[in-house]
């Protein structure tokens, strides 16, 4: 057991869905060809001015909304002076005293218990452009097309006390955000970036120690296993007499350790002052109300519709609202075959597993809910069997097409052949004679033997409720 007790807070920036920058209506979409999406003013040319997108701000006020946070009235913008070759202005247009959220609260569910995180502050900012080095010719490339792309900078209060905690903070951020229609949280995509301050103190000690700071952490793995890492080295370091210090750390996934970049620089060296080309905003309360009665169902609306509504379990609702692609394609599926609870168990017990495995893209699906709603009805009304409704999924996610057709191409259909039906199961009753003894003295186990031999042999040509109906009438002759 360790002496130490972790404490950690988290900084997190996220790229809203605008259609155009914030400052300027160049295209905020990800990537393009280098430098093709930028125009004088995001490119910081002198002289330039920018001019607010009201899309960005209506936003941010629904993330303070969606993260229980008290939004300003009075909100305004300040320059963040640094020179870094990605920043061709030299300050980034940010938010110092007056951000327009403040103060929110965020719950968590960590294994069963449930835990409130509170939010520091959020406030809107642009984004840098993307330095591409070519270690090859020993050049650094500068591609602006991210250059003022609007973000949003979360800042939680150091309220972490374990990896488990962070995690579980950042999937239920990602989800507040996807749902809300804010950002999409692509992590690979840099859409959604974590920077997490750390820091250890003695257990039973209410001082913080010093906060170390780690950047560059791409994906929710690297956070958890950068997390673990950096505090078992904050404990070497004061196990062998000496002081953490105040840095800012990269994360080195490969090696699985952390190396330091800079000393952390305090707000003073940025010169904050306030941007003299945008004019603060006052909100008016009826603005406010407007757009908070615009923010879509959220995460929690969603199980709670799900399991009240429609009859689902909690622990399926959850697995399907964790992912909104997942859940928005069981609204559709609902849509067109009012079966909720089989269309439910579907998506979990065969679509999910399909994803985890990496076999289906949600992002690049080939069949719509629609469609997927249609193979459940003719799984559920006995139109063709488990493991022929599989083949046509596969065949789906594979190429699309539709599930009756598929099923008529590849003769997939349950043909009740009863006369087939009737020869199959009586050789498998005359073959098995051991087994039907113990099934006529009461072991009703064996039944699902007979059910398994006859669905191997039939191939789908009976239903399941047919030989079953036929299987127990021949066992109890
Ligand atoms: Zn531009
Ligand atoms: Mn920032």
């Not at 007056?98 to 984004?127: F, M, Q, S, W």
């Not at 004019?279 to 169902?297: D, G, R, V, Y």
């Not at 609702?317 to 168990?345: L, Q």
């Amino acid at each position: 057991m360790s002496a130490f007790y972790p404490t950690m807070g988290l900084e997190i920036h996220a790229e809203l869905l605008t259609k155009s920058k914030v400052f300027c209506t160049c295209s905020a979409e990800f990537g393009g060809t280098p430098n093709s999406r930028c125009c004088p003013v995001c490119s910081g040319m002198p002289g330039t001015l920018p001019v607010l997108n009201q899309k960005a701000v209506e936003y941010i006020i629904k993330a303070g909304y969606v993260m229980n946070c008290d939004i300003s009235r009075f909100t305004k913008w300040d320059r963040k002076n640094y020179f870094y070759p990605d920043l061709p202005k030299a300050y980034q247009i940010s938010q110092m005293p007056r951000p327009v959220c403040l103060a929110g609260t965020v719950k968590i569910n960590v294994k069963g218990e449930e835990k409130v995180i509170r939010i520091n502050r959020i406030h809107l900012e642009e984004d840098a452009g993307k330095l591409v080095h070519d270690e090859v010719n020993r050049i650094s490339l500068a591609d602006y097309n991210r250059c003022g792309i609007p973000l949003i900078e979360i800042v939680t209060e150091p309220d972490f006390h374990s990896s488990d905690e962070v995690i579980a903070f950042l999937e239920k951020i990602k989800l507040l955000l996807q749902y809300a229609g804010i950002c999409d949280c692509k992590m690979e995509q840099g859409s959604i970036r974590c920077d997490v301050n750390i820091s250890i103190a003695p257990k039973g000690s209410d001082e913080l120690g010093t906060r170390t700071e780690l950047k560059n952490l791409n994906s929710l793995k690297a956070i958890a296993r950068a997390i673990e890492v950096e505090i078992e080295r904050q404990e070497e370091v004061i196990e062998s007499g000496e002081r953490v210090i105040q840095e800012t750390r990269r994360f080195n996934d490969a090696l699985g350790e952390t190396t330091a970049m800079r000393s952390k620089e305090d707000a003073h060296d940025y010169r904050y002052f306030p941007d003299p080309d945008i004019p603060p905003i006052i909100f008016t309360e009826e603005e406010l109300e407007a757009i908070k009665n615009s923010i879509p169902e959220l995460p929690e609306q969603r199980v709670e519709r799900y399991v009240n509504s429609l009859g689902l379990k909690k622990a399926d609702a959850d697995i399907i609202v964790g992912d909104k692609r997942v859940c928005d394609f069981f609204d559709e599926a609902t849509k067109s075959y009012d079966n909720p609870k089989a269309i439910a168990n579907y998506i979990v017990g065969e679509l999910t597993r399909r994803i985890n495995l990496g076999e289906v893209d949600m992002d690049a699906l080939k069949f719509t809910g629609a469609d997927f709603a249609r193979l459940v009805e003719l799984l559920q009304t006995d139109k063709v069997s488990q493991s022929n409704a599989k083949i046509i999924l596969g065949e789906l996610v594979e190429n699309g097409g539709s599930p009756d057709k598929i099923a008529d191409e590849q003769d997939l259909w349950i043909k009740e052949d009863n006369d087939l039906l009737a020869k199959v199961v009586d050789e498998i009753i005359a073959n098995n004679p051991k087994p039907v003894e113990q099934y006529k003295s009461g072991d009703q186990k064996v039944f699902g033997f007979f059910m398994g031999q006859a669905n191997k042999a039939l191939k789908g040509a009976a239903s399941p409720k047919a030989i079953q109906d036929y299987l127990r009438k021949k066992l109890s002759e």
